[in-house]
């Protein structure tokens, strides 16, 4: 797999934007900006727009800078101004010596509003707020001009003055473009530029009592710095316009900046927004910015995320201009990839049960070897386990009663114990509620470091740590911090979806006495537990460990569990991919695909869960590697139907005698091409047709599409047009349709498509189609 290597050079859309505006001399370098308002703590959002700015500035060698648009007094604070320069240089950026705030052109900006007063293009509006929203219009009805303004410049030059000097209250004026009230953007319908705000600036003290609002100054903040490319996310689509407009009136000649928005980056199961982040941090819903359940980078960081996992989750998701929810599992992804290679591998017990090992001797203690690294790692270095007669082993892995697939600790049962001997249940003691409180075995000597000599196999593989040796130590287990997928999206407060269980801490945990002194800062994994890191409340005496995540790869742990040589693991991978044909023959006959067993059963019936039909949920589980690269599609986009569709009928029609392995493409691309057309950017032909280019030369879809212009067309105000002029052609057909020859609907349809060049979204076709010709 690969790691966070950056910058990764990419082909979306911003990145051949530049090309071309450095091909063709339109700017001569590239300056882009990451510009925070220092209002609260980062969060994975923002990473997307760090790593997309600086990665940019380093690809192009070019320059980015971190500014900080601090133009409202209210809610700045330099403590915001500290964490995110800290966060920033975490990620593994540096500004250089490009770091700016807004708020040190204040003065500047004033200046340009003059001018714009000057040129007639700016008016003080002494309407209060309510009156101005009133005359503002809507969207179907213009704005109408209220009294001030056709005030004069004099009046207006005087007026701004006085704001500025601090003659009025807060509310009584403000500083409003002259541009149109009848524009179809509402933007544009004179917005305000300047407002008045007695109010204490961290930075400029008492010294203004007039902000600028975010749509004139940004753009001047840009222009100031020469930044080129002005990278912004979608919803400021619609302030495009006056951003040029401002730069156009205040005087600023090309080449300046120019804005391109993109898509933000969303997460399910969070909500990426500081103010929403602040409120749980203010009622204390969470212990503050850095909990590890927190979305913010210092969360992030705590929970035991390492820049590398972060930066190459942001390439994972790359820079597109469709809106889309990106699984947490694929953050979850990101950083169990990088982990894997970084984290030794060590033992702990959570809740530890404990194991009399009534065949050892008392006194006796062994120091038994452990690697630290599983055998696909290339590294080396083990250290010394003690092993003893009395040990603790994870309550859950052992049953009285053992449920069917319980491959653990049962009466009369042998596993091994890692690394050391395979033992036998022998009895139980119980306290006076029947409960468990010790379990009673043997151990095989022979066996001793896992094998028995005669070559006989156990099912389970147990972690344990000897009781007397072990480290105590404090666990904390976080689950998702909100329980629905789309907490902001949902009805009501998106408190009220908040887990109630995404902390759950192991207070007598204990460790292998390896552990012991552990820093602060370090990452482990503990066998069969998950990755964890060493949080700063780790003390010399008591390790406190946060699970930065599961393991939970089903298919890794079947492969390591069994040990296999390659060649083993060769021969079950070309039966798997034969039992999928067969399958796939058996589905085209109509016959049923034969009920599985085993893992391969227990994860068809998840699919089940998630809303496959039994057959479908079959034929994916019956090949692990197809069954692993649908989850990973499904981490980009959770549609379990519309992404087996397109796996088991386009994608497997199209592989021949290929495995999923060779393709140029992964299930990320997959994943983004469904949700393409499951959003209804693309059609279905359309669909197909960039699945074709990505078998044979990969490639990203959203940059196919682009490249083909395959976009869907469903926007209504584009379609109409060409709805209108087909029927107006075809004058003769229509009167016979409304004549009762309704059969012809079908021909309509298709001059409208054919007219769009096959682009046009069929349901939208027809509904206009309907509207227009049945009234
Ligand atoms: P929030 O809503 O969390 O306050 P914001 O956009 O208001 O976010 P800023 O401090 O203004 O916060 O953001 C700095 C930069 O980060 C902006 O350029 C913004 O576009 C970008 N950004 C913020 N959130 C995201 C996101 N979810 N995905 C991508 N970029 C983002
Ligand atoms: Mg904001």
Known sequence: MSTADKPRGGNDFIREMIRADLASGKYEGVATRFPPEPNGYLHIGHAKSICLNFGLAEEFGGRCHLRFDDTNPNTEDPEYVESIQRDIRWLGWDW???????????????????????????????????????????????????????????????LFRRMRAGEFEDGTHVLRG?????????????????????????????AWCIYPMYDFAHCLEDAFEGVTHSLCTLEFDNNRELYEWVLDHGGFERPRPEQTEFARLNVNYTVASKRKLLQLVQNGS?????????????GL??????????REFCNRVGVTRTFNIIDVALLEHSIRDDLNHKAPRVMGVLDPLEVVIESYPEEQVEALDADYWPRDIPKDGSRKVPFARRIFIERDDFMEDPIAGFHRLAPGREVRLRYAYLVTCVGVDKDENGGVIRVRCT???????????DGRRVKGTLHWVAADHAVAAEVRLYDRLFETERPDAEDGDFRDHLNSSSLTVASQAR???????LEAGSHVQLERLGYFYADPDTTPERPVLNRTVTLRDTWA?????????????????????EAYKAAQRAMAEGSEVPELEGEAKDVADAYVVRGLSEQDARLLAVDPDLASFFDAALAVHDAPRSIANWLTNELAGRLGDRALGDLPFGPTELGELVALVDDGTLGGTAGKEVLGVMVDDGGRPADIVEARGLRQISDTGALEPVVAEVLEQNAGQVAAYRGG????????????????????????????LKKALDG
Not at 106 to 117: G, P
Not at 301 to 310: A, N, W
């Open 301 to 310: 960081r705590r929970r035991g995320y390492t820049p590398e996992s972060i």
């Open 96 to 158: 250089g010596e490009h770091l700016y705030f807004a708020s040190d052109y204040f003065e500047r900006m004033a200046a340009v509003a003059v001018t714009l007063i000057e040129k007639g293009r700016a008016y003080v509006d002494s309407c209060t707020p309510e009156e101005i929203r009133e005359l503002r219009g809507t969207v179907t009805e213009p704005g109408r001009p209220g009294p001030y303004r056709d005030r004069s410049v004099e009046e207006n030059l005087d």
């Open 741 to 768: 020859k309704t059969a012809l609907f079908g021909f309509f349809i298709g001059q409208v498509m054919r007219a769009t060049g096959g682009k046009g979204d069929p349901q939208q076709v027809k509904a206009l």
């Open 511 to 517: 460790l292998e006495p390896s552990l012991t002194g």
């Open 286 to 298: 969470v212990a503050g910015w850095d909990d590890p359940r927190m979305p913010t980078l210092s």
């Open 557 to 577: 742990k079947v492969a390591r569990q069994g040990e296999s040589e390659v060649a083993k693991k060769a021969a079950e991978r070309t039966a798997a991919r």
């Open 443 to 453: 151990h095989d000597p022979a066996s001793r470091g896992g094998e028995a000599p």
């Open 178 to 206: 002259k541009i149109d009230l009848a524009a179809t953007n509402m933007l544009m319908r004179d917005p305000v530029l300047y407002r008045i705000r007695h109010a204490h600036h961290y930075r400029q003290g008492d």
